[in-house]
């Protein structure tokens, strides 16, 4: 997990959440979790980081069939 998004929530006070999307049908759902509680230093950034692919793991096990890793959003080119 990229420590990316951990990391400027606890430099800016940023709120940290989980989004996912799943599909039913032609429809996207598209659900927000929980914030995540900031925590200062490694191991803050560590629960923070272990929370965020918490959420994502119960997510993909949801609906592992929608989990298009590396796939054009949206159809055409982009320049």
Same mark, same amino acid.
């Given at each position: ?10 430099? /800016? ?17 598209? /659900?927000?979790?929980? $914030? ?6 490694? $191991? ?9 692919? $918490?959420?994502?793991? /119960? ?17 055409? $080119?982009?320049?």
């Amino acid at each position: 997990l990229p420590a990316g998004p951990v990391v400027i929530a606890q430099q /800016t006070g940023a709120a940290l959440v989980g989004i996912a999307c799943r599909y039913d049908g032609p429809r996207m759902h598209i /659900t927000i979790g929980d $914030e995540i509680a900031l925590r200062p230093g490694r $191991e803050g950034a560590e629960k923070m980081a272990q929370e965020l692919a $918490e959420f994502f793991a /119960t997510n993909v096990a949801a609906s592992p069939a929608d989990w298009h890793m590396m796939q054009k959003l949206f159809p055409g $080119e982009v320049a």
